[in-house]
């Protein structure tokens, strides 16, 4: 892959974390607004390589989203913040589990923050369509659930 491919890609996916981008038109003007010059057809390629998928947004939007990136990124706390913010409607608890419900098509998005935040007592995630289960360590799981209502705000 080309260097100018590598950094523009780069920029794409720094772009759909922090912008609820709905169309490849959208992406090419923001692309644009950082000195980089792509066509709608170069960004659906890039978009098809980076496995980006469309996701249902609260109020029934949708964006560009990619699922999963490096096992071994760390996320910010930030970028937790921002994407249980945008995406998780309801955090429930039983035990030692957490179940996080979003939008249809979203669980995907959370669980992978929640993978890449290394959040303290969190064991792993399971995501399905709309539900994130979160396991936590034995007898953890109202605690998780409580900061991840914090992140969300749904507090």
């Known amino acids: 892959m080309s260097r100018a491919k590598n950094q523009r890609q780069h920029r794409i996916v720094r772009l759909l974390e922090n912008h609820a981008v709905a169309s490849q038109g959208q992406l090419v003007e ?8 792509a066509t709608q057809a170069t960004v659906s390629r890039d978009l098809e390589d980076l496995g980006a998928v469309k996701v249902r947004l609260p109020g029934g939007h949708t964006a560009y989203a990619i699922p999963e990136l490096p096992k071994d990124q760390v996320a910010p706390e930030e970028h937790l913040q921002r994407v249980l913010g945008e ?3 309801e955090v429930v608890s039983s035990g030692n589990l ?3 419900r979003t939008p249809p098509g979203s669980a995907h ?7 890449r935040a290394s959040m303290e ?7 399905g369509d709309d539900t994130v289960l ?3 360590v034995e007898g953890g799981g ?3 659930a409580d900061r991840l209502k914090d992140f ?3 507090s």
């Open 30 to 37: 923001l692309l644009e607004a950082e000195g980089v010059v």
């Open 87 to 89: 995406w998780v409607v």
């Open 98 to 100: 957490a179940v996080i």
């Open 109 to 115: 998005v959370v669980a992978s923050a929640i993978d």
């Open 121 to 127: 007592g969190v064991l792993g995630t399971v995501a």
């Open 134 to 136: 979160v396991i936590a």
């Open 142 to 144: 109202g605690s998780l």
């Open 152 to 154: 969300a705000r749904l």
